[in-house]
C-alpha cells in the first residue's frame, strides 16, 4: 500500500482515501459493534492490534485499503 498511500478517489456522495496510522483509533471505535464485526466478518482486536493491522496493511505492496468517508463531513477538513 506504500505506492498508493496517496491515492485519494472522489466520488458524487463518497471519498475513498488510504486507511492510515491517524484513522486507527477511529476505526477501532467502529470496530467495536457487534453488528459491525459480524457484517464484515472480523474479530475483535485490541487497539494495539489495530496499529499493528494496519502497519502491515501499509507496507504490503499487495494491498490498497481504504476509509469510506462521507463527502459532505470531509469537504474542508484535512483526512
Do not use: R
Request: with cysteine; proline share 3%; glycine share 2%.
Amino acid at each position: 500500500m506504500k505506492t498508493n498511500s496517496c491515492i485519494k478517489i472522489v466520488g458524487e456522495k463518497i471519498v475513498l482515501i488510504s486507511y492510515k496510522k491517524l484513522h486507527v483509533e477511529k476505526y477501532h471505535s467502529w470496530m467495536q459493534s457487534p453488528e459491525l464485526l459480524e457484517l464484515t466478518a472480523s474479530e475483535p482486536l485490541t487497539l494495539e492490534q489495530e496499529y499493528q493491522m494496519q502497519q502491515s496493511w501499509y507496507e504490503d505492496d499487495d494491498k490498497c485499503t481504504f476509509i469510506v468517508l462521507d463527502k459532505q463531513n470531509v469537504e474542508g477538513e484535512q483526512e
